[in-house]
């Protein structure tokens, strides 16, 4: 089932190209003076003509009940309540509200990231929640989508880290890395066993191996802790740290040179993709690996073994110009070759209400937990804290900075999370109140708050789709709370238990379709739609 905007959209392109001998674009949007508006003619010297000719030919009759040009050449819509019927019917009879599926690709989903042995901090919450909705939208859609936590769990701080548990101290996230950092600054002695250690660990020794892992064991119990409360889909098998490419890394540098595409710099073999004179690190001077040989092996594995052929990258907008260089050099070694593809999807940071990085008072990062005890506490529920921290985040313009402020995400009114749960709430509460159980409708549009709702209901096919396209999960969250209001004026002027038949058959088959898109357009952003508040 093709989304009504599309039908109206292919429609007009026909009848403009029936005028004009040309292909185009109608331009078309939704109205506040109707329900859709045309805007191809504009710019035309006889737009005004034009878009008369295009009213006169388009084929509307059986959608439309109102096609009039007005202005300097728009083409104004306004839907037949009978069309709405119809096409409200088609939607509460699919499964999928009528949300296409498409030619499904292998996806790999980059997001989360943290470090093992530290806690997460709030740097952590979008590339997370962010990550997740572009999972659940893209599974949604049909694609096969494999999810990878690139977790920070090698390299030489990990020497430092395994000597201070040799040393026996007890792993412990909210001190254990300070205080081994601390030791390692003060202790000459601590210091070079550290350096030792490392080497020992990049040997593979067993002891020094099995040590690691006891740390990086009980951090990825810890992370799971996190996600299970944050109700994201991330599990234990997902995680993919940079210790899972120790041993392609002589072969990335191997493969690289041989292509030419490595010369060495102050020492270090290095990349300048795209002529750059910016090097992109790929082997230290000291022999050892830095992130870009990490990220080269990790792409290539996704490619290679995955078999993926759209790669997303859900990482902080300051890594853009490292990602661009790392894409760029796989490009170069064919590595990432058409069809396949790789995207950064980048976002903001997090500020706080003086409009600067959000810190704890003490100045440092916010731990990730107490933000996630501190939204729970005031809400007094967890799936009302939780999806209004994520909703705060998911309905900004992920590219941009976002204010982060309990009272504005927690409010039960406006954009907010609290204020699309209620609505859904109170449909539930319409359903236990009048004790109704199955709605079989038909459909039957005739209030102007109705043919309103109708109008976001039949919108959700075409939002869901593009936001597959562009992972911009602020457009979904603006169409779900334009859902919510629709609803609102709809029930205050609308009574739908004391109506009479067959009008309450209808009302209460709009109240079943407005529930399924509320809570299956919050699943699709990993939010929960309870159904008491």
Known sequence: MADIGKVLRDRLAAAFETVTGSTVDPVLRRSRHADFQADGALGRPDARAV???VAEAADLGDLCSDVRVAGPGFVNLTLADAALDEWLAAAAADPRLGVSTVEPEVVVVDYSGPNAAKEMHVGHLRSTVIGDAVVRV???????????????????????????????????LSSFY????????????????????????????????????SIIDSSQRYLMSVYDRLGVRLEAADFAGESSYNAALDGVVDDLSALGLLRESDGALCAFPDGSTTPLIVRKRDGGYGYAATDLAALRYRVDELKATRLLYVVGTPQRRHLEMVFAVARAAGWLAPPVRASHIAFGSVLGTDGKMLRSRAGGAIKLTELLDEAVARADDPAIGIGALKYADLSSD?????????????????DTAPYLQYAHVRVCSIFRKGDVGGVEG???????????????LLEFPGVVARAGETLEFHRLTAHLHAVAVRFSAFFEQCPVLPAPEPVRASRLAL???????????????????????
């Open 398 to 414: 992920r590219i941009k900075d976002y204010t982060f402020d309990y009272d504005r995400m927690l409010a039960a009114t406006g």
């Open 138 to 172: 893209l599974e949604y859609l049909g694609h096969t989508v494999i999810r990878q936590n690139h977790l920070g769990d090698w390299g030489t701080n990990f020497g430092m880290l395994v000597e201070h548990h040799v040393d026996g101290a007890t792993f412990d």
């Open 442 to 456: 038909p459909f039957a549009v005739t209030h102007p708050t109705e043919h309103a709702l109708a109008m976001e």
């Open 511 to 533: 109240c079943a379709l407005t529930a399924r898109t509320l809570r299956t357009g919050l699943d699709l952003l990993g939010i929960d739609a309870p159904e008491r508040m």
């Open 178 to 213: 300070a205080a081994a950092r601390s030791k390692f600054e003060t202790d000459p002695d601590f210091q070079e066993r550290s350096r030792r250690r490392v080497v020992r660990l990049q040997a593979g020794d067993p002891d020094t191996i099995a040590l690691w892992h």
């Open 51 to 53: 878009a008369a000719a």
